[in-house]
């Protein structure tokens, strides 16, 4: 069974930095895109961040040039950088990974439980 499990979240004043963290475990032939996502209280859940096997990312409008998705494929780990927050960037934050656990490359999308991230001074 395949895991996905955030770290990295927490209160931080505007400004701040965070680094967010997704490992994934369990049964994993190959890893293709990662990402994140976020929800904010009463708001749908949107893409953060994307990045593909081989590096190529993705970024909203919203945090370009703020924020820094990475992995290691290594560590079956996806990473993502926070710089300047502001009050707006408070969501859950979700890591989303596809994954194939054989060669049969059958591709799933599996989520994380989430983590909190809150801006606030």
């Known amino acids: 069974q395949v895991q996905l499990v955030e770290s990295g979240g927490g209160l931080v004043q505007p400004g701040a930095s965070l680094r967010l963290s997704c490992a994934a475990s369990g049964s994993i032939f190959s890893i293709n895109a990662m990402g994140w996502y976020r929800q904010a209280p009463g708001k749908q859940r949107d893409l953060v961040a994307l990045?593909?096997?081989?590096?190529?990312?993705t970024y909203a409008d919203s945090v370009k040039g703020r924020f820094t998705i990475s992995r290691d494929n290594t560590k079956n780990t996806v990473y993502l950088q926070t710089n300047s927050l502001k009050p707006e960037d408070t969501a859950v934050y979700y890591c989303?990974?596809?994954?194939?656990?054989?060669?049969?490359?059958?591709?799933?999308?599996?989520w994380g439980q989430g983590t909190q991230v809150t801006v606030s001074s």
């Open positions: 989303n990974a596809h994954i194939a656990e054989t060669s049969a490359l059958n591709y799933v999308s599996k």
């Open positions: 990045i593909t096997r081989r590096g190529i990312t």
